[in-house]
């Protein structure tokens, strides 16, 4: 990655990230995203002194390779596959899923490898994946007249394009909420069957 700007702390160089995330209109703006991310990334490196937490430093990573994988060439679909890999993923979705700019890359089904050695990828499907319950709260949650479509007012055009990141495993425990415990039942389940699966 090229230099971090001088001066500007890795903290800083993030909220300036997520002000112009938030501001966004266009590929330029995502561009400028990942380049600022990218050089709070090397700000908070050793040996410097602008360290991020552990949560900072994995949210960081974490929106880099997805905006990575969002813009959809080739090069960015690699060095992202290249980021995962050296956090212990072995398995991401299809470029298809994520890319906004579909090209010959993405002809192709079904999760990815990203270790040349690696098993055949293969998709499974689940009957019954959630329990009633957990499935008819969902569905009341995001029923058309439910109270989150108003909160969220997807139908405004001042309302910018946001999305949800949980963590799996929070450093501090919590009441948990029908969304985290859907996932996690999931996740469960998904473990279960495919044992080297990164959960």
Do not use: N
């Not at 561009?31 to 002194?49: D, E, F, K, S």
């Not at 390779?65 to 212990?88: D, K």
């Not at 299809?94 to 098993?119: F, K, M, N, W, Y």
């Not at 055949?120 to 995001?142: E, K, S, W, Y």
């Amino acid at each position: 990655m090229a230099g971090a700007t001088p001066g500007l702390s890795a903290a800083a160089l993030l909220d300036a990230a997520q002000r112009r995330w938030l501001a966004a209109t266009d590929e330029r703006d995502i561009a400028g995203v990942r380049g600022l991310i990218r050089q709070a990334l090397l700000a908070a490196a050793p040996p410097t002194r602008f360290a991020l937490s552990p949560e900072e430093a994995s949210a960081a990573w974490t929106r880099l390779i997805l905006l990575l994988l969002q813009e959809g060439s080739a090069a960015r679909q690699v060095e992202a596959e290249e980021f995962l890999a050296a956090r212990g993923f072995r398995f991401r979705l299809a470029p298809g899923c994520l890319a906004h700019i579909v090209g010959e890359r993405d002809r192709v089904s079904g999760p990815q490898h990203l270790c040349a050695t690696a098993e055949p990828a293969c998709i499974g499907i689940a009957p019954d994946a959630l329990p009633l319950p957990v499935l008819a709260g969902l569905q009341r949650a995001f029923a058309q007249h439910s109270p989150f479509w108003d909160a969220h007012r997807y139908d405004d055009p001042a309302t910018g394009y946001f999305s949800y990141a949980l963590e799996l495993e929070p450093a501090r425990a919590r009441e948990e909420d029908l969304i985290m415990i859907a996932i996690k039942h999931i996740r469960t389940r998904v473990a279960s069957r495919f044992f080297s699966l990164r959960c």
